[in-house]
């Protein structure tokens, strides 16, 4: 996909976000979701959304790449928001249509919920966007490793796979729409029914062409002796430095800020 945005895709840059360890990363995303989950008031939601900002001004990243990570997600945010909307029956009634009616505590409770799943989203990307596929599936796999070493290298492999067969199944997608406008396909002059009967066409020549690329990557994976399990060293090893200590316990902030306020 020539110049355009894969969601999730590494963007490398020399910030100091990119330089920590991913295990450090990792973590510090379940202390961003324990800090997300507990907004409960406009407060700590300008607070907890201050710290994401500067940590996505900190990557030197654009917030407009940001922004485009979110929108394929938007209809779910949106969802979200109406549905806590339209029955939360707390505050003021504002409005009536019909059987349902929007109260000032539902619209509230409403924009909350989908700034929480702005905030995740956001997160997600920041950690994506500053950690490379690989060291991202290996971070995973070492922190549960003392759960099982082969659940930790199955997690691990299947995580790396599968975030490095995303843009792969973008391009693939892409490619096969070009291959139909080719052919005169114009979802333009469609209606909404005709344009979903044409996209979901091409998800059969789309699942094929992946069921087609998985089953090749696994014959050369088996051609080349691979096993679940087996020991094997890596290249590069992680190093936990004071630095990731200190962007962990840099998490501790919001956390402890949403839990306050």
Same mark, same amino acid.
């Not at 199955?154 to 892409?174: C, H, S, V, Y």
């Given at each position: ?24 990363? @990792?973590?510090?995303?379940? $202390?961003?979701? *324990?800090?997300?989950? !507990? ?5 700590? &939601? =300008? +607070? ?82 500053? @950690?490379?596929?690989?060291? $991202?599936?290996? *971070?995973?796999?070492? !922190? ?5 070493? &082969? =659940? +930790? ?94 962007? !962990? ?6 956390? =402890? ?5």
């Amino acid at each position: 996909m020539t110049g355009r945005l894969v969601p999730g895709r590494y963007a490398a840059r020399p910030s100091p976000i990119h330089r920590r360890d991913p295990r450090a990363k @990792t973590l510090s995303m379940v $202390l961003f979701m *324990a800090a997300v989950f !507990l907004i409960d008031g406009w407060a700590d &939601a =300008a +607070a907890v959304a201050a710290f994401a900002v500067a940590l996505m001004l900190a990557s030197r990243i654009s917030l407009a790449r940001y922004a485009k990570a979110v929108r394929p997600l938007l209809f779910l945010v949106l969802f979200i928001a109406l549905f806590q909307a339209l029955f939360d029956k707390s505050g003021e009634a504002l409005a009536n249509a019909g059987p349902f009616t929007l109260y000032a505590g539902g619209l509230a409770s409403g924009v909350l919920a989908a700034l929480r799943m702005i905030l995740f989203i956001s997160f997600t990307a920041i950690l994506t966007f500053t @950690t490379e596929p690989d060291r $991202l599936a290996r *971070a995973i796999g070492g !922190l549960v490793r003392p759960f099982g070493r &082969a =659940a +930790a290298d199955r997690l691990a492999l299947m995580l790396d796979i599968a975030l490095r067969f995303l843009p792969t199944i973008f391009e693939e997608g892409e490619r096969l729409y070009k291959a139909q406008v080719s052919r005169g396909l114009n979802l333009g002059d469609m209606a909404m029914r005709d344009k979903a009967r044409a996209l979901l066409a091409l998800l059969a020549p789309l699942t094929v062409g992946v069921f087609r690329r998985a089953l090749r990557l696994a014959e050369s994976m088996e051609a080349r002796g691979y096993r679940l399990g087996a020991p094997r060293t890596r290249y590069r090893e992680f190093r936990w430095q004071p630095a990731d200590t200190a962007y !962990l316990a840099l998490f501790l902030i919001p956390v =402890a800020s949403a839990f306050w306020l």
